[in-house]
Structure formats: C-alpha cells, structure tokens
C-alpha cells in the first residue's frame, strides 16, 4: 500500500511540471483513462492535417495524379511526415469542387466523429480559428488509425521523394518515431496553440492515444507526450 502510494505521488508530481494546457490518455479503444483541462478548446495548430489528409482519402481521388512536382500520394507524405503547409494546401485545392467543399467537407467529417467542438477554417493549422479539445481528439486519432496512408506516414522517420535530379528527403517532426511502435502520429505548432502533439502508440501499459495541447513550446511537448506514455 505505501509502495503504490508512492508511485501514485511520483505520477502526480510529474504532470504538475508538465506545461501543457490540456491533455487526454486513453486506451485503444478511446476511454479516456486520465485527462487535464479535456475540454478546454483550443487551437490544434497542423493537427489538422490528420482530417485534412482524411477526407482526401475518403474522396478515393487517384493517389497517382500528378501535381508538379509531386504526386497526390507524395503531398500526403509531406503533409504527415514533413507538415508541410504547402502540401496541404494543394491536397485541400485539388479535392472535389476545391477549397471551400475539402473544408466543408472536414467539417462534416467532425461531426460524423461526434466532435460537435472542433471546427476548422482551412487545411493547414496556420488559423488560430482550427480548433478543438483533447477530448474530441482521441476521435479523430481513433478514426485516422483506419487509412493505411496515415499509420505508413505516421512510423515513418525519414520520407524520401524522387525528383527529376535527385532525391528529396525530410525528416519527421516527431523524433519519438525510432523508439516506439506509431500507429498514428502528428505535430502541431502556431504560437496560439503552443506545442501540440497526438499519437497512438504501443506502450508497457498497452495501446494508448494520447493526446497533448497547449505545451511551452517544440521542445516541450515531445518529452511531456512521453511522460504521459509512460506514466499511464
């Protein structure tokens, strides 16, 4: 008893230091095991790019349709990988009847999740006006967990692009992608939104979604994301 009283302490102490303004842990299923400020909504910055990439598969357009210089396909790698906002843009431009019906369309697709909070206004992030809570999205990194697309881009640490001349490498803005086993993983960060980060990975404990909002900075929100991992 005193044992785990202990460890229950040390648990408490830890994610008082954490400067994230919100977080939510759940297991593979999306209960919620522990959260802070779940509710709380606030701007998610480039994990937009999740819902983004979403509805431009659930579109079913051809991957291979070519955007010079890249492919639909390569725009989704640059987007999740790299969080390009440029590819983002492209995706979110070339989706049926353009930009106004692709962010229609993530909009719909929110509400489908049951995520009657979240809203966005464009593909990227950059808008402080894309919105949402930790609570909604464990959603949406439950249901990104069903695109192959993503949970490929999501392990990947380095992408590789073949241009004309040479190849085109770019590493992941999660550097937690070598040492664990990524289902679905994405950044974000504008200065609104501070670090943000969600992922659904293995851990000791078993599948977790974990979802972080509102941290310091980039450099923060990646050893909080892990404390969480590996505290719950």
């Known amino acids: 008893m005193l044992a785990l009283t202990c460890v229950i302490a040390i648990n408490a102490e830890s994610v008082s230091l954490m ?20 509710g709380e909504l606030r701007s998610i910055a480039s994990i937009s790019k999740l819902m983004t990439v979403m509805i431009v598969l659930d579109a079913q357009q051809d991957l291979d349709d070519y955007f010079k210089p890249y492919t639909r396909r390569e725009l989704i790698q640059l987007a999740l990988i790299k969080s390009d906002n440029v590819a983002a843009q492209t995706l979110c431009n070339n989706y049926p009847g353009g930009r106004n019906h692709c962010v229609n369309a993530m909009n719909q697709k929110a509400k489908d999740l049951g995520m009657p909070e979240t809203k966005f206004i464009e593909p990227t992030g950059l808008s402080v006006m894309n919105i949402s809570t930790a609570a909604e999205l464990v959603k949406l990194v439950s249901a990104s967990a069903n695109y192959p697309e993503i949970v490929e881009a999501s392990h990947t640490a380095q992408g590789k692009i073949k241009t004309k001349t040479s190849w085109q490498i770019f590493n992941n803005t999660n550097p937690m992608v070598n040492k664990y086993n990524f289902i679905v993983s994405k950044t974000g960060y504008i200065r609104a939104s501070g670090g943000c980060i969600v992922m659904m990975l293995d851990t000791a404990q078993g599948r977790r979604i974990i979802v972080l909002l509102g941290s310091q900075s980039t450099h923060t929100r990646i050893p909080e994301a892990e404390m969480i991992a590996k505290l719950f």
């Open 19 to 38: 400067t994230a303004k919100s977080w939510s842990v759940a297991d593979a299923n999306g209960k919620v095991l522990h959260s802070n400020n779940a």
